[in-house]
């Protein structure tokens, strides 16, 4: 099922909890919140194009040009040197949860050929490599002591990109969780977060001599909607309430993670990494626009909202259960906080709310909401293509980050083209997408937002979750049927280009 399709199905479910909350909390006195209001007014008309006004872009001196790739996409091995089971490793091999039945067994080997990696990397003139740690490397079964062979392979990954000059930046949790803690409650299990801080510690201390960047989650909110909520991501439960308890938890994980990696070494800094869109209206509706609102709120804000503040954005549960529902307790407000150094943004595409009138039959969440895809060009994927969405939403998280240094860190568009005859992969869509989002990077930097970086998602073809194989993200071609042989396709020379000169010309 692709990522959309979860929306329609499910996401209603949120959109209850939310329009409940709503509903419940809108006569309360309103009370300073980190997230914005809704007086966003998106400047965008479908089917405009909203960048005409400029064409070029000069980036700031020392931008940092990176690209992007996660553990179970590309590493394979995934039962090597000591390392566990994940909730990836066991969900893949589900029936009909992956097309074609593909699994990240192999994927693009990076595991072994992490040296090709780094070379690619010069190739294309790249200054950042962020890439993630499989947790089942470093502790099988998601406790205990560090694994040696798994850290020794972060070692030398880490040694190899600085050695080529490249600046690596980890993420410790891109969405294999050990199996064996999903076998103790996974997310929704307050203990995770625990396990989680342990974990951070023991990278900390192995590399954060070497490492000075660090993100934590990447994309807690689809994790946690597509693993607990609507089941199409790993581990595949669909259930409203462990939803929301798995929220806090990561939630906690967090706050717990940021000061575990700041205490076993001092010099580090610690970002997390945001997916973040803007939320449209399906129509101009009343319905539709509190929906849109409310559905935002747990997008874009739940989790960058409480460790800046210690608190959740108002009025998406019923406040007077919010507590319940999430499973919080007395102090947790401690735990959320963390002053982050600084904030990863991944950016693809819109979110199109609309209200529903279907009824959930569940106390509390007996309103839904629905996604709606606009009528924009979409990639290959079935993503709407919304450059000006990029600008807008920059604008928008601007105001709750303040002064933090921001990193966009992913960004990136599936085509499917296949090499021709000689060889080569014409992938013109992929190079007029990255440009369309750059230009619109460069206006929201000169209109104030402190971006410091951006990575290209991916950097080679990889496995795409529950798409399997399908959908080709990478500015490498990757020939899984021929020994993985890597071929940079001609919008990785545009981007090299681009990073080369400092500018999108
Ligand atoms: C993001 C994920 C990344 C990849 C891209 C296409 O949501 O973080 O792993 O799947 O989408």
Redesign the pocket.
């Given at each position: 099922m692709d990522r959309r399709d979860f929306v329609k199905s499910s996401l209603a479910t949120a959109g209850g909890a939310l329009l409940a909350g709503r509903t419940s909390t809108a006569h309360a006195v309103a009370t300073p919140s980190a997230a914005p209001q809704s007086d966003y007014k998106p400047a965008h008309v479908p089917g405009s194009v909203p960048d005409s006004v400029i064409d070029t872009a000069r980036f700031p001196d020392g931008f940092l040009w990176g690209s992007?790739t996660?553990a179970y996409?590309v590493e394979g091995a995934y039962n090597e040197d000591g390392k566990g089971e994940s909730i990836w490793d066991r969900f893949v091999l589900a029936p009909g949860k992956i097309k074609n039945g593909d699994t990240g067994n192999v994927a693009c080997d990076s595991y072994h050929r992490y040296r090709d990696d780094v070379a690619l990397l010069r190739a294309l003139n790249l200054k950042s490599y962020r890439f993630s740690i499989a947790w089942t490397r470093i502790q099988p079964d998601g406790t205990g002591p560090g694994n040696a062979r798994g850290l020794d392979y972060y070692d030398r990954l880490t040694d190899a990109l600085l050695a080529a000059g490249i600046r690596p930046l980890p993420t410790l949790y891109?969405?294999d969780l050990p199996q064996e803690l999903e076998d103790r409650g996974g997310w929704p299990n307050r203990d995770t977060a625990a396990r989680f801080a342990d974990y951070a510690a023991i990278m900390g201390r192995r590399l954060g001599d070497r490492i000075e960047n660090w993100c934590l989650f990447?994309?807690s909110k689809?994790f946690t909607q597509l693993g607990y909520l609507t089941g199409i991501f790993a581990p595949g439960r669909k259930d409203p309430f462990a939803f929301l308890k798995a929220t806090h938890t990561v939630n906690l994980a967090h706050g717990m993670g940021f000061r575990a990696l700041k205490s076993a070494n001092a010099r580090v800094k610690v970002g997390s990494?945001y997916?973040v869109s803007p939320h449209l209206p399906a129509s101009g509706s009343e319905a539709d626009r509190i929906a849109a609102d409310a559905m935002e709120k747990l997008s874009n804000f739940w989790f960058i909202v409480p460790p800046l503040t210690g608190s959740y954005p108002e009025g998406a549960l019923p406040a007077a259960r919010q507590q319940e529902l999430l499973g919080a307790r007395p102090g947790d407000e401690q735990l959320l906080r963390a002053d982050l150094d600084f904030v990863g943004l991944?950016y693809?595409s819109l979110t199109r709310v609309a209200a529903s009138q279907e009824k959930l039959g569940i106390p509390a969440l007996d309103v839904t909401v629905d996604w709606a895809v606009g009528p924009d060009e979409k990639t290959d994927?079935g993503w709407d293509i919304y450059p000006q969405g990029f600008y807008d939403i920059l604008m928008r998280m601007h105001k709750v980050t303040g002064r933090r240094p921001i990193e966009i860190t992913?960004n990136?568009a599936?085509y499917n083209n296949r090499p021709d005859a000689t060889g080569q992969i014409h992938d013109p869509k992929r190079s007029a997408y990255l440009r369309a989002h750059l230009l619109a990077l460069s206006r929201a930097i000169a209109d104030g937002v402190p971006v410091r970086g951006y990575h290209c998602?991916?950097l080679m073809d990889n496995f795409?979750?529950a798409q399997g194989y399908t959908?080709r993200?990478g500015l490498t071609w990757v020939d899984f049927d021929d020994h993985q042989r890597r071929t940079i396709k001609e919008s990785g020379h545009w981007y090299a280009k681009v990073a080369t000169d400092n500018r999108v010309a």
């Open positions: 992007a996660a996409q891109h969405w990447n994309e689809t990494v997916d991944n693809y994927i992913e990136g599936a998602w991916s795409e979750w959908q993200f």
